[in-house]
């Protein structure tokens, strides 16, 4: 029997999060020829299932404040996503959020759109996946990790039940005659 300790960068959860995430990523990059309905279908398995796998992964501390992961989506690959999302959703791409910071200090409702919070959630997943492959040394992967968990705790992961709600009331509102107009 072999005793030897796995370590937290090559966990079980850690693993099927970053199988996840990257799926997710590769999802949002090749949206040009999805319809809405295709679109939103598959966001919806992956939407939970992210959650799910994110809200596994322990909390780490960061080990080296010095050592941060670096930024790899460039500001066209963000705009490319978010462009791309938003033709699909179209006119249902903007729904009103409660669940935002800003809320508490407004009397109207806030403006969001499905295509700004999926690309801000990819955004944040695609600079951990890739922080994580060129990463040199088991702590730099910890410290992406310790990243992602930090910044699902207090952004992304709210970012992701809120689009979550709006893509339902998308999916679920497109009727038989604009799903055959579709394919």
Not at 24 to 50: G, H, M, S, V, Y
Not at 118 to 132: C, G, H, P, R, S
Request: one cysteine or more; hydrophobic letters at 40%; aromatic letters at 10%.
């Amino acid at each position: 029997m072999n005793n030897k300790t796995i370590s937290p960068a090559y966990s079980h959860n850690v693993i099927e999060f970053i199988t996840v995430a990257i799926e997710f990523c590769a999802f949002l990059e090749q949206t040009e020829d999805k319809n809405r309905k295709t679109f939103t279908d598959t966001i919806l398995k992956l939407i939970p299932l992210l959650y799910l796998k994110a809200n596994l992964i322990p909390k780490y501390e960061i080990l080296d404040n010095e050592n941060l992961p670096e930024d790899f989506v460039t500001e066209e690959n963000y705009n490319i996503v978010r462009a791309n999302i938003n033709i699909i959703m179209g006119e249902q791409d903007d729904y009103l959020d409660v669940f935002i910071e800003d809320m508490k200090y407004s009397d109207t409702p806030i403006l969001s759109t499905i295509s700004e919070n999926l690309a801000d959630i990819y955004q944040e997943l695609k600079n951990f996946v890739m922080a994580y492959k060129h990463a040199v040394n088991e702590e730099q992967m910890l410290n992406a990790l310790a990243e992602v968990k930090e910044e699902f705790q207090y952004s992304w992961g709210q970012k992701l039940v809120n689009v979550q709600r709006a893509i339902h009331e998308v999916r679920y509102s497109i009727t038989e005659e604009e799903e055959e107009e579709e394919m």
